[in-house]
Nanobody, 123 residues
């Protein structure tokens, strides 16, 4: 079993930055894929990006590419989502998720989820 706890959300003005953290516990994470998703009110949960625990591979949805960066700190068992140049349309609850082995972009492919953290970007 893998436990995920997000933190770092908040209110920021458009153009600003936030860094979300996802503390991971419960299992050795080698061969795991760590992803970030987001869900805006009235919308489906949306894939943002992922990183393999090895750090070798990252992938981002086009809407956030060049603005968001996912990284991980193995020693701290923590995954980060650095968000720059934030836009009002980035407003959502952001979730950290984990799955074993192959990377996927569908929410249903991830069995482990955090509780989410709210990000609100004001215009």
């Amino acid at each position: 079993q893998v436990q995920l706890v997000e933190s770092g959300g908040g209110l920021v003005q458009a153009g600003g930055s936030l860094r979300l953290s996802c503390a991971v516990s419960g299992r050795t994470l080698s061969n795991y894929v760590m992803a970030w998703f987001r869900q805006a009110p009235g919308k489906e949960r949306e894939f943002v990006g992922y990183i393999t625990w090895s750090g070798i591979s990252t992938y981002y949805v086009d809407a956030v590419k060049s603005r968001f960066t996912i990284s991980r700190d193995i020693a701290k068992s923590t995954v980060y989502l650095q968000m720059n140049s934030l836009k009002p349309e980035d407003t959502a609850v952001y979730y950290c998720a984990a799955r074993y082995d192959l990377a996927r972009i569908g929410a249903r492919e991830y069995p482990y989820w955090g509780q989410g953290t709210q990000v609100t970007v004001s215009s």
